[in-house]
């Protein structure tokens, strides 16, 4: 098997994911009906990053697991547990809210933090399934694929009919796991995406059929609100993500060069941007969400952008 090289397409898909993080920070709380289908339309980006994820877990290095392990965790890891040291600090300085050393593992010093903790632990754990047969980690990655959509629907049932299923106060990997797995399947199986290929149009139509129908569920049964706890998540954001990926493999599509420079710099602003949010919605700009969304995000684009050409000129000096 050969790695899979990176395309303008992935980084498109995560700069329009960072952006739908973004808004849905800003929305947050809203109960007039934009607020509420921002939101809602906003919840495939999460799952989005999963699948992206998941399509590229697979390197030829995957013998060498101590080494690539480390690597994940000292790129992404280690910047995000200081940054969630910080918001802790942040908080707490600001609004007097404490935290343990537990809450900054998990990611549960800012609101948004808590994707950090499943993506290290997919990257750490997830790469050893390749040491496995392949037709034992295909019958695996479907049966994650089932338990994700259990527990989602488990979850829904819990909260639409305050029915008692499980207590479990910790991380739950099933609830995400699915999504990792149809990324591993789609890179693993690259006929499935020759064939999307050569019916791109078909797939494009029926693609937004399937968002329609999980964006439109929710409001049908009255599960607005419940964020990543529906079943509803799996057919609106596989639409949304099969959509725009057959879209942004065309031939010159709109805004593709910096979506695509957002999406390079999407682990960045996904880290920093919740500084901002609360104190530009509320506070300075209360009246226009859509203008607070815009500037934090190019307040976040403005600062990496320095921080890159600061270590452009710290290099040359060197």
Known sequence: MMARERNLMFDVLKGLGIISVIFSHVYR?????????????????????????????YSPSYKTWFKSTWKKIKKSYIPYLIWAVFYGGFYYYTVGKTFTLMDVILGKTALHLYFMFYY???????????????IWRKYILIFMILSNLYVTFMLEICKTYHIHWISWPYPMPPKWWGFIAIGMLLGEYPRIKEYITQHARAFAYGSLAVAAIGLAEPYLNHTLGYLFNKVALFPMSLGVTLF??????????????????????????????????DYLRLTLIPGDRTLVALIILFICLAVLEMQDRAKLLLRGSA
């Not at 939101?39 to 699948?51: G, K, Q, S």
């Not at 632990?121 to 392949?134: D, E, I, N, S, T």
């Open 29 to 57: 709380g809203g109960k007039d009906p934009v607020a509420v289908f921002i939101r809602e339309l906003a919840m495939w980006c999460v799952p989005m990053f999963f699948m992206v994820q998941g399509y590229f877990m």
């Open 120 to 134: 290290i632990v997919f990257a750490v754990f997830f790469p050893l399934l390749y040491f496995l047969p392949k």
């Open 244 to 277: 725009l990926a057959i879209y942004y493999s065309t031939a010159k599509p709109l805004g593709e060069k910096f979506l695509a420079y957002v999406g390079e710099r999407s682990f960045g602003i996904y880290l920093m941007h919740f500084l901002f949010v």
